[in-house]
């Protein structure tokens, strides 16, 4: 079983509508979570960090689950600019190496 | 607002050479790394540092990789003798202090191309 496990999608997303995507982790032990978005052939771009029971920015909603080992991201009113490669990113450290999953293609269209 | 940079953005160098990737880091920040995503493939850890030394490495990071604080400043990855299946991006990334240390923020990247 791969670390953390991402649906590579593409999720094709109309603009304005609503998209939420999942990444689950097979080690229990892991302590920090994170989002990162990724454009093509760029860095990751850090998007939240999900601690405890989850967190809000905007439009972006990030949710845990550690009984079923999930994080999940959730992205309001979508716009042409969310299009992106989500990355969903795990570490059993409070700092330390970063374990990433392949990625969530989003493609917002018109 | 700070952010991590990268030289060069991109390096292409024959099989068998010796390349440093460069990095300068957030200013404040203690913790580095360095990662690497293949064309098409996840991104890799590869080494942390803290304190000037290796923290933590991956499979990846074999005797040919090495990594370096020489200043205040950069922050250094050298690959002694490039092999094709080196060709990737490689991402280097900070984080810290105190709770920011959970944080990691990613530089721009240098792609490197073996031939």
């Known amino acids: 079983r791969k670390e953390v496990e991402q649906d590579p999608g593409p999720f094709n997303v109309p603009e304005g509508a609503t998209v939420a995507f999942n990444c689950t982790y097979s080690?229990?032990?892991?302590?920090?979570f994170f989002w990162y978005r990724q454009d093509c052939r760029k860095e990751p771009k850090l998007l939240m960090s999900?601690?405890?029971s989850g967190n809000e920015d905007g439009r972006f909603t990030a949710q845990l689950n550690r009984a079923s080992q999930y994080i999940s991201l959730l992205i309001r009113d979508s716009k042409l600019s969310d299009s992106a490669t989500y990355l969903c990113?795990?570490?059993?450290?409070?700092?330390?190496?970063?374990?990433f999953g392949a990625g969530t293609q989003v493609v917002v269209t018109p | 607002e700070p952010e991590v940079t990268q030289t060069p953005s991109h390096q292409v160098t024959q099989m068998g050479q010796e390349v440093i990737l460069r990095c300068v880091p957030i200013?404040?920040?203690?913790?580095f790394y360095w990662y690497r995503q293949i064309l098409g493939q996840k991104v890799e850890f590869l080494v942390s540092?803290?304190?000037?030394?290796?923290?933590?490495k991956s499979e990846i990071f074999d005797d040919q990789f090495s990594v370096e604080r020489p200043d205040g400043s950069n922050f250094t990855l050298k690959i002694r003798s490039t092999k094709l299946e080196d060709s990737a991006m490689y991402f280097c990334?900070?984080?810290?202090?105190?709770?920011?240390?959970?944080?990691?923020?990613f530089g721009p990247g240098t792609r490197l191309t073996v031939l």
């Open positions: 990334a900070s984080s810290g202090p105190g709770q920011g240390a959970y944080e990691q923020f």
């Open positions: 080690n229990s032990a892991s302590q920090s």
């Open positions: 999900v601690y405890s």
């Open positions: 990113a795990v570490n059993t450290d409070s700092w330390g190496k970063l374990q």
């Open positions: 200013s404040n920040h203690l913790y």
């Open positions: 540092f803290y304190n000037n030394e290796i923290s933590e």
